[in-house]
């Protein structure tokens, strides 16, 4: 079975810029999870997305935004870029409360 | 609102030394309770976990962890240290009620010297 892949690993932006960075979550796992990972930082939880709805947001803005496919890939969507948007971005996937599985995630910087 | 503490940001431990890292939460039910590992620009390696059961969990890579309800901790401990453990360690707990996120620590460096 494949793990979590994500894509792209590094990207470089401008302020005002959109991005969009994408999950490939493991084989059977119904629910995808985001988080941003600032430097020296804990993972902090940005949504959550269980077959295909939105059911659950940390304390993120409208411009962090996501979608989840029938086959349960992912996308995050992040619009009006800010140079604290710099971060390593997670995607995790999961079935029910069990444990998440990480991919190796996107780093986004800001310039 | 649930939580987790890592108190330490940075634990140093000989090679061959018991290591432990510690943990404590805050959740409103029952806590569903994981560690996790970084190594530098990598993503996140699941550990181990307590559902329910034994207090004590063992995971991968010889760790296990001690889990005490009355004192709301969730210590990661290891008889004999490698180098190689050398890495970043989060504590995560799990909210059971609403659409059941995970939260994470600020997690703690491991530096073991040999």
């Known amino acids: 079975e494949t793990g979590v892949t994500q894509s792209p690993t590094h990207l470089i932006k401008t302020r005002g810029q959109q991005v969009t960075l994408r999950c490939s979550s493991q084989?059977?796992?119904?629910?995808v999870s985001w988080y941003q990972q600032a430097l020296g930082q804990g993972p902090q939880f940005i949504f959550q997305?269980?077959?295909?709805?939105?059911?659950g947001r940390g304390n993120f803005p409208p411009r962090f935004s996501g979608l989840q496919f029938p086959n349960y890939s992912s996308e995050l969507n992040v619009n009006a870029l800010e140079l604290d948007d710099s971060a390593l971005y997670l995607c995790?996937?999961?079935?029910?409360?069990?444990?998440?599985?990480f991919g190796e995630g996107s780093r986004l910087t800001v310039l | 609102a649930q939580s987790v503490a890592q108190p330490e940001d940075q634990v140093n431990v000989a090679e061959g030394n018991p290591l432990t890292v510690k943990c404590t939460y805050s959740?409103?039910?029952?806590?569903?309770l994981f560690w996790y590992v970084q190594y530098p620009n990598r993503g996140l390696q699941f550990l181990l976990k307590?559902?329910?059961?034994?207090?004590l969990v063992k995971g991968s890579y010889g760790f296990e962890a001690e889990f005490n309800k009355s004192q709301t901790s969730f210590h990661l401990k290891k008889p004999s240290a490698l180098v190689s453990d050398s890495a970043l360690y989060f504590c995560?707990?799990?909210?059971?009620?609403?659409?059941?996120?995970?939260?994470f620590g600020i997690g703690t460096k491991l530096q073991v010297i040999p």
């Open positions: 307590y559902i329910t059961g034994d207090n």
């Open positions: 997305y269980y077959r295909e709805e939105e059911n």
């Open positions: 995790a996937s999961s079935i029910g409360t069990g444990e998440l599985f």
């Open positions: 959740v409103s039910g029952n806590p569903y």
């Open positions: 995560a707990v799990r909210d059971l009620e609403g659409y059941q996120k995970v939260t």
């Open positions: 084989s059977g796992h119904n629910t």
